[in-house]
């Protein structure tokens, strides 16, 4: 069954930069994309983009342009999300999901990373 | 503000049918068939309920169902139980640069 498993829960001081690991299982990792969706407490969902092993491409939110970074390794089948020069309000729970850009939807998604911005 | 405007709450009766909107634009909702629709539980991650505005992943009941007309998609639920009490969020592909957006949540409650 596909799974996607992220990394703990983690907490920053302002300005430093954390980075979220979501280990995918269950499916050919190289074949579809990972998208990233981050959720303020109490508030909606945040797209911030999307990065694919396969096409060797990858698309930022123009809110994260310069500060977000998403990459793969195929031989692990993890994705990684760097996000720099954190602050208060970046403080969320970050998920990665499978993207199905045949009409860009999640169809499994991570169990979600909570992350701290603190000083 | 998010770009898809949806109701903050609604709420139904058990057996009752209810019905979430979410209003876009010709760039998102009403330009592409890419809407879809995602439950969330507190504390847990969304689940993919519908898919290309009215398509259902396998194991999703049938209670639920998806629609759309002109800018607005619309997201049904019939014969309401417990279970369904949850946030439900829409998401449209976009022309913009985020490439995704998503609506600001609805809050069904189940009287």
């Known amino acids: 069954q596909v799974q996607l498993v992220q990394s703990g829960a983690d907490v920053k001081k302002p300005g430093a930069s954390v980075k979220v690991s979501c280990t995918a299982s269950g499916y050919t990792f190289s074949s579809y994309p990972i998208s990233w969706v981050r959720q303020a407490p109490g508030q909606g969902l945040e797209w911030m983009g999307w990065?694919?092993?396969?096409?060797?491409?990858?698309k930022y939110a123009q809110n994260f342009q310069g500060r977000v970074t998403m990459t793969t390794d195929t031989s692990t089948n993890t994705a990684y999300m760097e996000l720099r020069s954190l602050r208060s309000d970046d403080t969320a729970v970050y998920y990665c999901?499978?993207?199905?850009?045949?009409?860009?939807?999640?169809?499994?998604w991570g169990q979600g990373t909570l992350v701290t911005v603190s000083s | 503000q998010s770009a898809l405007t949806q109701p903050a709450s609604v709420s139904g009766s058990p057996g009752q049918s209810i019905t979430i909107s979410c209003t876009g634009t010709?760039?998102?909702?009403?330009?592409?068939?890419?809407v879809s629709w995602y439950q969330q539980h507190p504390g847990k991650a969304p689940k993919l309920m519908i898919f290309?505005?009215?398509d259902r992943p396998s194991g999703v009941s049938n209670r639920f169902s998806g629609s759309k007309s002109a800018n607005t998609a619309s997201l049904t639920i019939s014969g309401l139980q417990a279970e369904d009490e949850a946030d439900y969020y829409c998401?449209?592909?976009?022309?913009?640069?985020?490439?995704?957006?998503f609506g600001g949540g609805t809050k069904l409650t189940v009287l």
């Open positions: 010709s760039s998102d909702v009403g330009g592409y068939n890419y």
């Open positions: 290309d505005v009215s």
């Open positions: 990065t694919s092993a396969w096409r060797a491409d990858t």
């Open positions: 998401s449209s592909y976009t022309t913009s640069s985020t490439y995704v957006v």
């Open positions: 999901a499978r993207l199905r850009s045949s009409g860009w939807y999640g169809d499994y």
